[in-house]
């Protein structure tokens, strides 16, 4: 049992470049999140998907784009990549909304030079 | 825009000593949740207080809500070497999808 898997763990860019961030969950969760943390600012949330087939925009989308692949996939692609776009970024799964806790994945460590 | 601001920012304790965590957020919540994050890893959930309630239990943590000045605290008892973490509080959006908006965190260190 996995939890939440994502990869890879760490990824150097140079501006310009596209990546994929891939997670995927065992849980048989509806939702998906994907955050990103940078020092001192705690986490802000990207995308979220409240069920398959369904994504919407969090506080900080912009440069962004995710796709919900089916129930337990929900990757993050960076188009071009951008030096802000440096930070450790973090998936994770919960169960129907309410009160459920979020599960989250290690995180990938990106950096853009 | 943080929804959660937690105090202090930093913590240094001995082992065996209390520490106390403090949250204060801004709009009304439906319910407060705390996380650990061990270095390099990703957040676990601890522990979640509903907007009714306004103590729980869970092991060596006592969470407490006061809605009315829109604040949490995170006591641990009986602090070990392995309580060494960041300890980030979250609070829903009020928007029913379990949005979490988190805080930058409390960093503790607790001293053998």
């Known amino acids: 049992n996995a939890g939440v898997t994502q990869t890879p763990k760490f990824q150097v860019l140079k501006t310009g470049q596209s990546m994929t961030l891939q997670c995927a969950q065992d849980?048989?969760?509806?939702?998906m999140y994907w955050y990103r943390q940078d020092p001192g600012m705690g986490l802000r949330l990207i995308y979220y998907?409240?069920?398959?087939?369904?994504?919407d925009k969090g506080e900080v989308p912009n440069g962004y784009n995710v796709s919900r692949l089916n129930k337990r996939e929900f990757s993050l692609r960076l188009e071009s990549a951008a030096p802000s776009q440096t930070s450790v970024y973090f998936c994770a799964s919960s169960g129907d909304r309410g009160l459920s806790p979020l599960h989250f994945g290690n995180g990938t460590r990106l950096t853009v030079t | 825009s943080q929804q959660g601001e937690e105090d202090p920012q930093a913590l240094s304790i001995q082992e065996g000593e209390n520490a106390t965590m403090n949250c204060s957020y801004k709009t009304s919540i439906n319910n407060l949740q705390w996380y650990r994050q061990n270095s390099g890893r990703g957040l676990v959930h601890l522990i979640l207080i509903r907007s009714n309630e306004r103590e729980k239990h869970s092991g060596r943590l006592r969470v407490t809500l006061d809605t009315s000045k829109k604040s949490s605290s995170l006591l641990i008892t009986a602090s070990r070497a392995a309580d060494t973490a960041s300890y980030f509080c979250a609070t829903d959006d009020g928007g029913g999808y379990n949005k979490l908006i988190f805080g930058a965190g409390t960093r503790l260190a607790v001293h053998p």
């Open positions: 849980m048989n969760h509806n939702s």
């Open positions: 998907s409240a069920s398959e087939g369904t994504t």
